[in-house]
């Protein structure tokens, strides 16, 4: 993939991932000084389209994000270059994705 492209796409989702983790976290941080149970938490988040839509968000953010950043690490450390390079990122992406949604699932109720 375009080198300039996945320069924008990694800068573009840091922008992104920034104001989501300090919601994420400031979330944690309210649920666990409330005491609140992770039965409660998941009695709050329960069909939720504004909390899947914003963990959704979330996970779709760290994939692209991490993929690229895996990618730019890889390509510096081992000798994957090419197609092998490319097969392995989006295989991490898919992996980040599946399992990312998933856990929003689980957390929201989605069938």
């Known amino acids: 993939m375009n080198g ?3 320069f924008l796409l990694q800068r573009a989702t840091a922008l992104l ?3 989501l983790v300090v919601v994420h976290l400031g979330l944690i941080l309210y649920a666990t000084q409330g005491g609140l149970s992770a ?3 998941l009695a709050r988040t329960r069909g939720s389209l ?3 839509g914003f963990y ?3 996970v779709l953010a760290v994939a692209v994000h991490g993929a690229i950043g895996l990618r730019a690490i ?3 450390w081992t000798r994957l270059r090419g197609r092998t390079l490319e097969a392995v990122t989006l295989a991490v992406a898919f992996l980040l ?3 990312g949604f998933r856990a ?3 957390v929201v109720g989605v069938p």
């Open 4 to 6: 300039g492209l996945l």
């Open 17 to 19: 991932l920034a104001p």
């Open 39 to 41: 039965a409660e938490i």
């Open 50 to 52: 504004l909390w899947g």
């Open 56 to 58: 959704g968000l979330f």
């Open 74 to 76: 890889l390509g510096e």
């Open 97 to 99: 994705l599946a399992l």
């Open 104 to 106: 929003v699932r689980a």
